[in-house]
């Protein structure tokens, strides 16, 4: 955040340095009122209220929400089902983007659309697939039920509602980068010598790190905060199938207020980090290709 | 190592890019593949250098067949129009690439690894760079390096694409004759592909004209340029004025003009003559030849250019000739002359390029 601001202030000395773009101070004031207004009711405002609203029966009402077994199983699960989810869409965002970005194949542009998906539809929609399909009486319900597998209600559905929703991130930031790189230096170290495996590891990869890193942190982001798809499919069984987005809902149709933002606090913390370590990022890749010559 | 392309075809969709060609490069030249662009040359090279495939045909290096060959064991050696250097490492790594990439039992050790690169950055005299990122570099110097990435591979063959095609003009004259004096000194067979004339004719031992996937001549480039096998050499070969008419005795009409032909060669009844525009002269009064306004005069150092239009169709047409012969002439602007040509070759009108 600190980074955008300071950007923006360097942007606009220069900016005004030119007398022709120069606007009327009414014009400036205005328009900074509005953005920093709005940026303070919308953004700023709730941020602070849910720190506010969780400490405001004192540390240790918050602390004790937090080591609440409960709470501590929502937490646990909703890193269980970050650490599945994100990795496999490293896996999965990485080769589809590769895919996309340095083949020719039918059916691309269908694929391109499919990657989209998660997020035109809406996430209760994406939950409910998954309950049709492997719920009880869905397609492979009764399948499932002989060979005593749970999907629905449990950790398995969760996982997947997750996969499903936080799918795109990291595709969607790798494709555009790829293509505008294009696949000369590929093709420049298989000429080589260089495997698939080489080119991949020592060409393809350096070249996409920061773009992957940010596609992950936001991937990461949205896992942990999900919760439309995981909703629907988690039957919210406390102590079991509660992630941290629902026990705070739990918590808060219960009217455990200060519980309930002591765990949205957690989540608020997780959205801020990542913001910090997102712009950390940024400025890094910035400076790594400043120092490369600006390319 | 000699190449040989043997009935090469290669379509994309509809588009045929190359129909049936067959080529000899042989061992220690310096090959260019000259054409407009979409003319398939590109393409040509690629599939020698085996990152395409073609439909049909093959490709033979030494009389062995290498159309299966994988790129990785083709040992050939490829430049990059846009340079494609890693831009993440140095400029050492770069053509250090090619050896550390070698499996294990044939891979130079790291001493080894060092002497070689600094031996080849020596030969492109960019050895003072060595640490420095590829973005730093200017694109000729980007090419340099590219240049001896290719050759840290010790390839048999040379694949140059458009290799001086993002540079600018002064820089790429200064780069023409410095790659001729590698070449000379390395004898790597090697081919380039360009659309540039001046530069194929400058810096080849061999040129191959190519024009919508087919072969139109081959020959040194004194060949290509005096005695052009096709209207579309002619075309491309540097500029040209064109005449279409009707061919009867000794004459040519065309433009509600007759043109007498300069020499006695049998030709098609409906034909094109190109003339260069040093051979196209002007003169004043009566005769034959193509009447013609003269509509702007250049002084370009020591030549002078004349652009003239048709009286008839306001076809355009250009002379050129020697500041001294200009200010002889004394021409005005708007002044009507008669076009002459002295030399010119008449091609049968099918196969002329367009009217």
Redesign the interface.
Known sequence: MAGTVSRMNKGESSFQARSATRDPFWMRATILTLGLGFFAIFLLLPLVVVFAEAFRKGFETYWAALVDPDAQSAIRLTLIAAAIAVPMNLVFGVSAAWAIAKYNFPGKAFLTTLIDLPFSVSPVIAGLIYVLVFGAQGWFGSWLSDHDIKVIFAVPGIVLATVFVTFPFVARELIPLMEAQGS??E?????????GW?TFW??TL??IKWGLLYGVILCNARAMGEFGAVSVVSGHIRGQTNTMPLHVEILYNEYQFAAAFAVASLLALLALVTIAVKSLVEGLASRTST????? | MSIRVEGITKHFGQFAALSDVTLDFDKGKLVALLGPSGCGKTTLLRII???ETADHGRVLFDEEDATERH??ERQ???V?Q?Y??????SVFENVA??LR??PRKERPGEAEIRRRVMKLLDLVQLAWVADR?P??LSGGQRQRIALA??L??EPQVLLLDEPFGALDAKVRKELRSWLRQLHDELHVTSIFVTHDQEEALELADEVVLMNRGRIEQIGSPTEVYTAPASAFVYGFLGSSNQLFGEVKDGYLDTLGARVALPTRETVPQRAAAFVRPHDLHIERGEGHGVPATVRRILTLGALARIELSAVQDSRAFEVELPLRDLSALALTQGETVRLVPTAMRLFPIEEAASP
């Open positions: 000369d230096e093709e420049a170290a298989i000429v080589l010598g260089a495997s080489q020592r060409v350096p070249n120092r490369e010559g600006g390319r | 250098a085996g990152l790129v990785r050939v050696g490829f990059f846009h494609a250097l890693f831009r993440h490492m690439f090619g990439v070698k990122s973005l730093q990435r290719a840290a591979v």
